[in-house]
């Protein structure tokens, strides 16, 4: 199903069939992202918010842990703009835009920095979520977003 309304997803990397997975469920500064095999824990399960206007067709969205409840509590990111670069665990905002796909996938990029660099899963031998330069046909940088639950108002 693609991104259609606010609520808690998993991310699947297609090419890998990897879920987006906080290492060990930790929500530490710095800790990596990595791609894990699907096991449905708190880990595994995003919290996306749309950050612009309904009906435009630029779909920035911010991308938050769900490890303590479905209002988020911190980002992905990466220490700098290179390829390659492992996408690491922060209490820091990020802005990613969704370009979609013809498939109902997406590729993800950051609002800010290198509109080239996408996330990836790189390796088929290791799980880790990195930046790399976008290539049109790589399964390996394509996400499928299903979700999980729609978000509860904070106090509920």
């Not at 530490?28 to 880990?43: F, K, L, V």
């Not at 779909?59 to 509590?73: A, D």
């Not at 905002?93 to 996330?119: E, H, P, Q």
Request: net charge negative; proline share 4%.
């Amino acid at each position: 199903m693609p991104f259609s309304t606010d609520g808690v997803y998993h991310i699947r990397n297609t090419g890998r069939n990897l879920m987006l997975d906080l290492t060990g469920n930790r929500t530490t500064e710095g800790n990596q992202i990595q791609g894990y095999t699907p096991n449905d824990s708190t880990a595994q399960q995003w919290v996306i918010k749309r950050q612009n206007e309904p009906g435009s067709a630029n779909m920035t969205v911010s991308i938050q842990s769900n490890n303590e409840g479905n209002n988020g509590n911190g980002c992905f990111a990466t220490a700098s703009e290179d390829s390659d670069e492992p996408v690491i665990y922060t209490r820091q905002a990020f802005l990613i835009n969704l370009v979609g796909r013809a498939d109902n996938t997406f590729t993800m990029c950051y609002t800010l920095g290198n509109k080239d660099l996408v996330l990836s899963i790189p390796s088929a031998k290791d799980g880790a979520v990195k930046l790399e330069n976008y290539e049109k046909s790589s399964a390996r940088q394509q996400w499928e977003l299903t979700r999980v639950s729609n978000l509860q108002p904070i106090g509920n």
